[in-house]
């Protein structure tokens, strides 16, 4: 049973913590704001460089032009102060591990934050200049190309979701083997179904093209080929410990 006094510590270091955390994503923010209007100009490259000539993007709401880099900005502020929040919530719940424990938990808050990073640029440099070049091309003759400003955020930012999540699979791989439930035998038996279910998912969180739905379900596969080998090598080295912890 928990004692009041280390119940009431623990939630006093949880709110510590949180503040923390909201703190780091707020500092982020302050430093970003001031180029607001420059960042949403940068996220928005991809889709110029695609538009045919004298196209432009539009505003349709009065206070679009304000509240899209407004909540660009946010959004941003917050994927930047990722490692501290990921920081603040290894902060709290080391002290309850055990020592084996922590060395597979310190990996994977490093790795799964930069896989989400990588996942946002795979998305940014790769997926959208060939989605966007494709849409524009198949375009029908007489219409015009003028994307809403807050259509257009709230569409890639789904789309950096997606391939961010995406690119968590060796993560969700190597827990699952290190926990017991699968095995890196089973995960490669599972492999057809695994490819198939990947281009369902590309097909369901990617627009309606074979190109966005293709570069989602490739790397989804290779990053699960590569969570199984990383998988493997964590399950022997806990079989290993095990076996040493009953000598």
Avoid at 9 to 29: C, D, G, N, W
Avoid at 178 to 199: C, E, N
Wanted: hydrophobic share 55%; charged share 10%; glycine share 4%.
């Amino acid at each position: 049973m928990v004692e009041p006094n280390s119940l009431i510590a623990h939630l006093i270091e949880l709110r510590s913590r949180i503040l923390k955390a909201v703190v780091s994503v707020f500092v982020v923010f302050l430093c970003l704001v001031y180029f607001a209007q420059d960042l949403y100009h940068w996220l928005a490259t991809p889709l110029l460089d695609t538009l045919p000539e004298n196209a432009q993007m539009i505003a349709t709401d009065v206070a679009s032009p304000f509240f899209a880099p407004f909540k660009l900005t946010m959004v941003l502020s917050f994927f930047i102060a990722i490692p501290v929040v990921l920081y603040q919530i290894w902060g709290f719940v080391a002290p309850g591990l055990y020592k084996n424990e922590k060395r597979l938990v310190a990996p994977l808050l490093f790795s799964s934050t930069l896989l989400f990073y990588l996942g946002m640029a795979f998305a940014y440099f790769v997926v959208f200049p060939l989605a966007f070049a494709f849409f524009t091309s198949v375009a029908p003759e007489g219409v015009a190309i003028n994307t809403d400003i807050s259509s257009y955020l709230n569409f890639v930012l789904k789309i950096f979701f997606a391939f961010g999540l995406a690119f968590e699979i060796p993560v969700a791989v190597v827990l699952m083997c290190w926990t017991g439930v699968t095995t890196p035998d089973s995960l490669r038996a599972k492999r057809p179904y695994v490819i198939v279910g990947a281009f369902v998912i590309g097909m369901l969180l990617t627009p309606p093209d074979i190109i966005s739905q293709t570069l989602l379900a490739v790397p989804m596969w290779v990053l699960y080929e590569f969570g199984i080998v990383v998988g493997s090598i964590y399950s022997r080295k806990k079989v290993e410990q095990e076996q040493q912890d009953n000598l």
